[in-house]
């Protein structure tokens, strides 16, 4: 995660420095956009690449639809129209690809769900990193998801190899642990506070912390979901493209859907 937020980081505080400048505000909100785009297109481009190994013509197909769906996702500040029509073209899109090109169409509206899903999980989800910047405070909140999973998978992490005993879910995850899963949520409720004093003070005690465990929970249910994934198709990582580290799919994979709490959170 740590090559991912130290980007996203990075963008936050040339985002808190220049908001009150109107153009630099929003070359900072087209260079976090398209840093959204371009995470959202490798995660594609590793899902696809795991679920249909020297499959060429459905990964053409699922990065085509995939990106019609990531464009119409994050050419609007907020879920809308575009999205819906961008939904409406992957199902459409995906049923003709079905009726035209597949003769077993048993097994391509198979494929076609194994598709769905990593156009949904990447061009869907991710965008709420977008679509909560735009609102206001938004690089606080933006910064507030990345800091409790950082927090989160830290204290995780030396928790449970200090104290790990009791396996977690083991045909899923053999590393976990229910002592490391409750380091998270102690972790992310320690940054909570933290993030509180500095980046919420508006915000109250409990609306803050009891975020935090919320996001703590969920978080660790989006890190199994993506290790679902992996065990399917196979693969001990999503990618290569962190050397040691897996994928960009390994490195976002407890923040998206504490991303899309807090963004319908603070949209309600």
């Not at 398209?34 to 053409?60: H, K, Q």
Request: aromatic content about 10%; glycine content about 14%.
């Amino acid at each position: 995660m740590s090559q991912f937020v130290a980007l996203t980081a990075a963008t936050l505080v040339k985002d808190l420095r220049l908001e009150w400048r109107s153009k630099d505000a929003i070359n900072a909100m087209l260079f976090f956009a398209l840093l959204v785009v371009v995470v959202a297109l490798l995660g594609l481009v590793e899902y696809l690449w795991l679920a249909f190994p020297a499959r060429m013509r459905e990964r053409v197909v699922g990065l085509a639809l995939g990106a019609a769906v990531i464009g119409a996702a994050l050419s609007a500040p907020a879920p809308g129209p575009r999205l819906s029509a961008g939904l409406s073209l992957l199902i459409a899109g995906g049923l003709v690809y079905v009726v035209l090109a597949r003769h077993d169409f048993e097994r391509g509206l198979a494929d076609l769900g194994g598709l769905m899903v990593g156009i949904l999980y990447t061009g869907l989800v991710l965008p709420h990193f977008y679509w909560l910047r735009r609102l206001p405070d938004g690089p606080q909140w933006v910064t507030f998801v990345i800091a409790i999973g950082m927090g989160g998978d830290s204290s995780g992490y030396f928790v449970g190899h200090a104290l790990g005993r009791h396996k977690l879910i083991p045909r899923i995850s053999p590393g976990k642990t229910v002592e490391g899963a409750l380091g998270i949520v102690l972790g992310s409720v320690v940054v909570g506070a933290l993030a509180k004093l500095v980046l919420l003070p508006d915000r109250s005690w409990g609306e803050v912390l009891g975020l935090a465990c919320v996001m703590a929970v969920i978080g660790q249910l989006g890190d199994l979901g993506e290790s679902v994934m992996k065990r399917t198709f196979g693969a001990k990582e999503s990618g290569w493209i962190f050397p040691g580290h897996g994928g960009v799919l390994d490195r976002i994979d407890s923040l998206l859907f504490p991303v899309a709490l807090v963004y319908y959170y603070v949209a309600r």
